[in-house]
């Protein structure tokens, strides 16, 4: 299995296994406008025998008010259902962490079960955000740069449309 930058020529395979991973089409729908928004910082497959297996997207967050700090939020990652529970979501989660160390993100956040994004060293975050309040967690890639933060973090305008 190999880990990959997501192309174009990719992107209906990985709408619709995002739509079998999710069981609807909000999540799929959700990164077809991030991309045309050009909203996505990374995009990584996973691929064995070219086939893609799992999907993991990170897009832009600002923070208002800005202080500064480039910060991603991961959402969504799938992983096609037969393959999943073999280890195809950790290795695109230490994928896209390592990338985003490479591109100097400050700070990653996402939304999601902290019992599965504690093991990638997510916390629950005390940052306000426009977006949720349940299982908000954070990861500072830059040590301490969130920790007198008292901004509210904001979600590419993609999200919007998903709704709560
Ligand atoms: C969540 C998901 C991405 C995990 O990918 P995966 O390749 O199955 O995960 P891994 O193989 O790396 O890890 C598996 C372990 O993670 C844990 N895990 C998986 N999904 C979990 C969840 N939603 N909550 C808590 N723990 C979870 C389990 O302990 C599992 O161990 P098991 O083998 O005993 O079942 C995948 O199951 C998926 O696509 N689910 C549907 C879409 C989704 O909910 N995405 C996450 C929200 S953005």
Do not use: W
Not at 109 to 116: A, N, R, T, V
């Amino acid at each position: 299995m190999v880990i990959r930058q997501t192309t174009e020529s990719d992107f209906e395979e990985v709408f619709s296994l995002i739509q079998s991973a999710f069981g609807n089409k909000k999540e799929s729908d959700l990164v077809r406008r991030l991309i045309s928004d050009n909203d996505v910082l990374i995009n990584l497959v996973a691929e064995s025998s070219s086939v893609i297996l799992g999907n993991i997207v990170v897009s832009t967050i600002n923070m208002e008010p800005d202080l500064g700090l480039f910060c991603g939020g991961i959402a969504p990652l799938s992983v096609l259902p037969d393959q999943q529970s073999s280890g195809i979501g950790s290795k695109l989660m230490k994928a896209v962490i390592k990338a985003s160390k490479k591109m100097e993100i400050d700070a990653l956040f996402l939304l999601g079960d902290p019992d599965y994004y504690n093991r990638f060293g997510f916390t629950v975050s005390k940052i306000k955000n426009d977006y949720s309040v349940e299982h908000f967690q954070e990861l500072e890639l830059n040590k301490g740069c969130l920790v007198k933060v008292k901004s509210t973090v904001k979600y590419a305008s993609a999200f919007l449309s998903l709704g709560t």
